[in-house]
């Protein structure tokens, strides 16, 4: 991991974690997503186990295991996954780029909204091809904060923006890393690489809530990091909530809309 995950681990942030993967079930975990039941799947950087929740529940029979460097966050996945019925998985605290799995272990590698916050990524994805089978795929899927593009515009969105953006590098994380998921796949040896860029678009309208809840979703994400942008890269604390509150109606701006850029990247080992 990176010297700092920039979201913290508190109870707000965990539930936080479930409410985004709930937001992202239908429109991005399980698009063109299919597995077999006799799968084994691993999940790196598991976090709290709601993305695993949402795998067990549209596919019940599939055998998974997760690992996440905090051991707050596996205590957390155990619970929460225990409420949706699924016990005896196998969660391990541990580092991703020394997976604690023997060679050839696993059918299926996943991720999500991990390697943004990750220093070394050649380093786990050279470990997530080590334990898998020969033929086992790995999905992994980030996004590219630099294409978040809203309308109207405001210089304190942009401000915003660019400081989250700030933070990850400030972190040794990499804000863009969704861009590069083909080439650092192929890096280190996977083969039929595929990098799919799937657009995201909202504007606003009388019929639709879909802008808002778009609204609602990324404030969710920016607004417990301001102090930290404030304390740790010196930003300016007034300007940064003003680019949060701009963003925040932006549904009451008239010729609303935003776009974001998501990256679905896949490999076969």
């Known amino acids: 991991m990176s010297k700092e ?4 681990y508190s109870h707000q942030e965990q539930q936080r974690l479930v409410k985004q993967a709930q937001y992202w079930r239908e429109k991005l975990l399980l698009r063109d997503f299919k597995l077999s039941p006799s799968e084994y799947l691993l999940e790196i950087g598991c976090g709290v186990g709601a993305v695993l929740g949402i795998i067990l529940e549209s596919f019940p029979d599939l055998r998974v295991a997760g690992i996440d460097l905090e051991s707050t966050q596996i205590e ?4 929460y996954l225990h409420t949706l019925g699924f016990d005896n998985i196998d ?3 541990g580092d ?7 060679d050839a272990s696993f059918d299926h590698v996943y991720a999500i909204w991990f390697l943004e916050h990750v ?22 899927t980030e996004t590219d904060y630099k294409t978040h ?17 700030e933070m990850f590098l400030y972190a040794d994380g990499n804000p863009c890393i969704g861009r590069i998921l083909g080439p650092l796949l192929t890096s280190v040896g996977f083969r039929e690489v595929t990098n799919i860029p799937w657009g995201f ?10 802008l808002q ?14 102090m930290e942008m404030t304390r740790k890269l010196g930003k300016d604390f007034q300007r940064l909530e003003a680019g949060l509150e701009f963003f925040r109606n932006l549904a009451n701006q008239p010729e609303c809309a935003a776009a974001l850029t998501i990256y679905r990247a896949s490999g076969k080992r």
Do not use: M
């Open 149 to 165: 593009l809203i309308w109207p515009d405001s210089p304190d969105y942009q401000y915003l923006l660019q400081s989250y953006c």
């Open 91 to 93: 969660l391990r605290v």
């Open 119 to 140: 220093s070394n990524p050649n380093a786990i994805l050279e470990e997530a091809y080590r334990v898998l089978k020969p033929g086992g795929r790995i999905t992994i």
């Open 96 to 102: 991703a780029s020394q997976l604690p799995w023997s």
């Open 213 to 226: 809840k778009w609204v609602e979703y990324i404030y969710s994400c920016i607004e417990p990091t301001l």
């Open 201 to 210: 678009y909202h504007f606003g309208s009388t019929e639709s809530q879909d």
């Open 76 to 79: 957390c996945a155990h619970q």
């Open 5 to 8: 995950y920039i979201h913290g």
